[in-house]
């Protein structure tokens, strides 16, 4: 399951979105989107949990906490 994490502070690594959605589940990937011209964190990015059951436990948990000062926001990615 694709889960897009929005609202995250521009400071938040890779590691800390994954170890936030670690204790869920497994975590097959974690990316964050950065900016190509100034290298930082657009401050959105997209975690994979290969079990939806996890990754809808993980959405239920983490929606609108409020991680690095910042609520964020955690949903099923849509697929194009």
Do not use: Q, W
């Not at 694709?2 to 590691?15: F, V």
């Not at 800390?16 to 097959?28: I, N, Q, R, S, Y």
């Not at 190509?36 to 079990?51: E, H, I, L, R, Y």
Request: hydrophobic share 35%; net charge positive.
């Amino acid at each position: 399951m694709k889960i897009i994490i929005r609202n995250l502070s521009r400071t938040t690594t890779e590691d800390e979105l994954k170890d936030l959605f670690t204790p869920f589940g497994a975590v097959a990937s974690c990316d964050l989107v950065m900016d190509a011209s100034t290298g930082g964190s657009k401050g959105f990015g997209f975690v994979d949990m290969p079990n939806d059951k996890h990754g809808k436990y993980a959405i239920k948990n983490l929606n609108d906490k409020t991680i690095a000062g910042s609520r964020i926001r955690v949903k099923i990615a849509e697929s194009k």
